[in-house]
């Protein structure tokens, strides 16, 4: 397989393989804000963190992901992110299914991880393109897309039907691989800038 389990360490976070060890600390994560009631994302109820655990697992096996456990600087496990929709002949990959307890949200910890991902996707497994996909009505998470650098591709309409019968109409971004060194140079001022 081109893309299989990796730990990735910068200085706010690691994004190390997800295991049914990461439960405990990823169940308080999902309780802290009760980010499974927003109707609009897919992040587990702290009850149904290990189901969420195994499901990511099942996929590993089959090779069309690699999940993730974030942790923070003092390694608590806080969130977890993927590889996903691997296409490994075409070298392509989402970064997705990507949640943090409420406590770490709008800190470096987000911006560290995905250029640890972002950076391993280019400059390692030499990826054409890496893809964000998210629901359309999700303006926090679009922003914070946008703030990569990763640009609209376009809107699939009625792509997926949601937990609650709805349907998703879906923001599909991307970066690709001439534009990662700009990407790349904007990140990290992101993480050097004062905070203020």
Sequence with gaps: MWATPVSLTG?????????????????????DGELHRLWYTTVPAPEGVEDEIARRLHLL???SMVPFAVLDASGKAVGMTTYMNIDHPNRRLEIGSTWYR???????????????????A???????AVEFRTH?????SRRAIERLG???????????????????DTAVYSITAPEWPTVKVNLQWQLEKPRG
Excluded: W, Y
């Design 136 to 140: 359309f009505i999700n303006h926090q």
């Design 61 to 63: 096996e089959g090779g």
């Design 150 to 168: 990763a640009k609209l591709d376009g809107v699939l309409r009625a792509h997926m039907i949601m937990a609650n019968g709805t349907l998703r």
């Design 11 to 31: 200085q706010h976070c690691a994004a190390v393989p997800l295991s049914a060890a990461h439960a405990g600390e990823l169940r308080e994560a999902a309780a």
């Design 122 to 128: 280019f400059e390692v497994l030499d990826a054409i």
């Design 102 to 120: 409420k406590a770490v949200q709008r800190t470096p910890l987000n911006t560290e991880c995905k250029l640890l991902l972002l950076r391993h």
